[in-house]
């Protein structure tokens, strides 16, 4: 059952994007391009995620025992330190946003769309976990 509620779940968020147009990297381009012609609606998109994640994320900062609707704990990060490992990853993922117009979950709505450009972007961002996990000594 939780399988499946993950999978409509994500379903849900893939057909999100798909209408708001955050699966293509034009419109993601468009909303960089501040200096020409500008596109504001990626920012009306993200203002809406986070009023709909705000409470929800509220709740569980605020409680110390917060599970999810299985009632297994959520792990929320406990690292509230800005530092150059932060800054650095913030900057290469900026960078990478920046020049292909993807991120992560655009880039597998892309291949379900039929895109299989998008297959660059996502091996390059495994072979970034990868070397990530290798250099960190990250087991997860």
Not at 18 to 24: P, T
Not at 125 to 130: H, I, K, S, W
Request: aromatic share 12%.
């Amino acid at each position: 059952m939780k399988n499946l509620l993950a999978f409509l779940w994500g379903g849900l968020f893939s057909v999100g994007l798909m209408i708001s147009g955050m699966a293509n990297p034009e419109k993601v381009l468009d909303f960089l391009d501040v200096f020409g012609d500008w596109d504001p609606s990626l920012a009306f998109v993200m203002l809406g995620a986070i009023m709909v994640a705000f409470i929800p994320f509220q709740k569980a900062t605020r409680n110390p025992v917060a599970k999810t609707v299985f009632h297994e704990p959520i792990q929320l990060p406990t690292n509230q330190k800005i530092d150059s490992k932060l800054m650095s990853g913030s900057l290469l993922f900026g960078i990478g946003w920046g020049i292909a117009g993807i991120c992560p979950a655009p880039s597998l709505t892309l291949i379900g769309l039929g895109h299989y450009q998008a297959t660059y972007f996502i091996m390059a961002m495994l072979a970034g976990v990868y070397l990530h996990r290798q250099w960190s000594g990250a087991s997860s």
